[in-house]
């Protein structure tokens, strides 16, 4: 009896340490993290991917996610977020009150991922299909009390060296109300300015201001077409000519506005729009293996109910109970290298701090 016992209790010993074992010597063999392309729909609620889903005809790339969390989307002062708030959360790990980038309730500025990942000699760069200076593209670049500066956001992307930046604001930019040209001022840093997308598309620089409507890009069922997948493609294009590695954050903004409107096609179109661009980041990390890819928003907007549809005939119908932000959680998609690291609930700051360590910022 007694050697059975010892028998019994030596093999789970043993199990035990070659189940370590293969713990570590996983660990130990999985692939590095080179790149982080992190994709932000802004307003973006399940139920937009769930109506999303079922209004197309093809699987979305949304279904090629194997890890999935929530995250939770108040800020400092506010159970409802704002844009400003919830992207200084994912950009910089902190929450502070709505409204203002960069900066803490004191006016202390700090870090964004962005901004850490130039810091190391990895390449940067923004795709947008708002204004680059909007709240969620300037909190990864800004550090202002007011998310409505734009003249004084667009002078802050002369204070960083990122590599690419694509969206609209030319206004922001060549056309303020203090006389400034910023053209110049970014040819000297190295940029060629470009001011269609098919400038942008065709281009062979290697840094590019990318500023392609007066102020925002309109709708895609208004005339954008597929400017938000193909911008993305080329910023991943450029960015991963770094042996180092690049950082790159994609917003699909327009997602917001159609709930703001409590507008059922532009919400769902601009959602499919922004599947696209998903799909872009989801080719090049099956292609790279050394890119991790996450899929989030910053909140919901327009508390949008599915209150009817037809899977046959792939239509639904949305109810809204809000023309604002919500404090529902947000999903979190995560694909590659880490992605296991993004399962179960928590608070949206955690995504920057996961971020900063995957990458060993």
Same mark, same amino acid.
């Given at each position: 009896?007694?050697? &059975?016992?010892?028998?019994s209790?030596?093999l789970?010993i043993?199990?035990?340490l070659?189940?370590c @074992?293969s713990?570590?010597?996983?660990?130990?063999?999985?692939?590095e993290?080179k790149n982080?392309?992190?994709?932000? !729909?802004?307003?973006?609620?399940?139920?937009?991917?769930?109506?999303a889903l079922?209004?197309?005809?093809?699987?979305l790339?949304f279904?090629?996610?194997?890890?999935?969390?929530?995250?939770?989307?108040?800020s400092? @002062?506010?159970y409802i977020?704002?844009?400003a708030?919830g992207?200084?959360a994912?950009?910089?790990?902190?929450?502070t009150k #709505?409204?203002?980038?960069g900066?803490?309730?004191?006016?202390?500025n700090?870090r964004s991922?962005?901004?850490?990942?130039?810091d190391n000699?990895?390449?940067t760069?923004i795709?947008?299909t708002s204004?680059?200076?909007h709240? @969620?593209?300037?909190?990864?670049i &800004?550090?202002?009390?007011?998310?409505y500066?734009?003249?004084e956001i667009?002078l802050?992307?002369?204070?960083?060296?990122?590599?690419?930046?694509?969206?609209?604001?030319?206004?922001?930019f060549?056309?303020r109300?203090?006389g400034?040209?910023l053209?110049?001022?970014?040819?000297?840093r190295?940029?060629e300015v470009d001011?269609?997308?098919?400038?942008?598309?065709?281009s062979s620089?290697?840094?590019?201001?990318?500023?392609?409507?007066s102020?925002? #890009?309109p709708?895609?069922?208004k005339?954008?077409?597929?400017m938000? &997948?193909?911008s993305s493609?080329?910023a991943?294009?450029?960015?991963s000519?770094?042996p180092? !590695?690049?950082f790159?954050?994609?917003?699909g903004?327009?997602i917001d506005w159609?709930?703001h409107?409590?507008?059922?096609?532009?919400?769902?179109q601009?959602t499919l729009?922004f599947?696209?661009?998903?799909?872009?980041?989801?080719d090049f990390?099956?292609?790279?293996?050394? @890119?991790l890819v996450?899929?989030?928003?910053?909140?919901?907007t327009g508390g949008?109910?599915i209150?009817g549809?037809?899977e046959?005939l792939?239509s639904?119908?949305l109810t809204?109970?809000?023309?604002?932000h919500t404090g529902i959680?947000?999903?979190?998609?995560?694909f590659?290298?880490?992605?296991?690291n993004?399962?179960?609930?928590?608070?949206?700051?955690?995504?920057?701090?996961k971020?900063?360590k995957l990458?060993?910022l």
């Amino acid at each position: 009896m007694k050697k &059975s016992v010892l028998y019994s209790i030596t093999l789970s010993i043993i199990f035990s340490l070659f189940a370590c @074992t293969s713990s570590v010597k996983k660990s130990d063999t999985s692939p590095e993290i080179k790149n982080i392309i992190l994709l932000i !729909g802004d307003g973006m609620g399940l139920a937009n991917v769930s109506a999303a889903l079922t209004v197309s005809s093809e699987p979305l790339n949304f279904e090629r996610f194997n890890f999935i969390g929530f995250s939770r989307t108040q800020s400092l @002062t506010d159970y409802i977020t704002d844009s400003a708030a919830g992207g200084i959360a994912l950009s910089s790990g902190v929450k502070t009150k #709505n409204g203002v980038l960069g900066q803490n309730t004191s006016g202390n500025n700090f870090r964004s991922i962005l901004e850490l990942a130039e810091d190391n000699g990895l390449s940067t760069g923004i795709v947008s299909t708002s204004s680059v200076t909007h709240a @969620t593209p300037a909190s990864f670049i &800004s550090h202002n009390n007011s998310r409505y500066n734009y003249e004084e956001i667009a002078l802050d992307f002369l204070k960083t060296d990122i590599d690419i930046f694509i969206g609209g604001g030319i206004d922001h930019f060549f056309n303020r109300s203090d006389g400034l040209n910023l053209w110049d001022s970014l040819i000297a840093r190295g940029y060629e300015v470009d001011t269609t997308l098919d400038a942008v598309l065709s281009s062979s620089a290697s840094k590019i201001a990318g500023l392609t409507a007066s102020v925002h #890009n309109p709708y895609q069922s208004k005339g954008r077409g597929d400017m938000l &997948s193909k911008s993305s493609e080329k910023a991943i294009d450029i960015l991963s000519k770094n042996p180092a !590695g690049f950082f790159l954050m994609i917003e699909g903004s327009q997602i917001d506005w159609g709930g703001h409107a409590n507008d059922q096609l532009n919400t769902i179109q601009e959602t499919l729009d922004f599947d696209k661009a998903i799909g872009k980041a989801l080719d090049f990390a099956e292609k790279d293996g050394h @890119t991790l890819v996450i899929v989030t928003a910053d909140h919901e907007t327009g508390g949008i109910s599915i209150t009817g549809g037809n899977e046959e005939l792939h239509s639904v119908e949305l109810t809204f109970s809000t023309k604002g932000h919500t404090g529902i959680m947000v999903p979190v998609y995560a694909f590659g290298p880490g992605a296991e690291n993004f399962g179960g609930i928590y608070e949206n700051t955690s995504i920057f701090d996961k971020m900063k360590k995957l990458l060993g910022l």
